[in-house]
Nanobody, 115 residues
């Protein structure tokens, strides 16, 4: 059974930082494209960052230069380092693993940016 477990969310002031983690089990992690999505209240779920099995990365324009996605295949874990956080980054952040037709989601972790 595939499990993705996110952690690291919380309340942070504008300009602050957080590091999200997503621990994966039940899949061959190194073969999967790993993504971070986020969903704000009343809005659709949007792709934030992607890292391929080869380590290539891609980011939404809104987070470029502030967020960094990385992976540790030895630990079956993907990370999202979030710096210079803004109130508009407030959302539930979801980890996603994708390989072909297989697509898995974590339960999400809340990030709130507020003074």
């Amino acid at each position: 059974q595939v499990q993705l477990v996110e952690s690291g969310g919380g309340l942070v002031q504008p300009g602050g930082f957080l590091r999200l983690s997503c621990a994966a089990s039940g899949l061959i992690f190194r073969f999967n494209v790993m993504n971070w999505y986020r969903q704000a209240p009343g809005k659709q779920r949007d792709l934030v960052a992607t890292i391929t099995s080869g380590g290539s990365t891609n980011y939404a324009d809104s987070v470029k230069g502030r967020f960094t996605i990385s992976r540790d295949n030895a630990k079956n874990t993907v990370y999202l380092q979030m710096n210079s956080l803004k109130p508009e980054d407030t959302a539930v952040y979801y980890c996603n693993a994708n390989r072909g037709i297989n697509n898995y989601w974590g339960q999400g972790t809340q990030v709130t940016v507020s003074s």
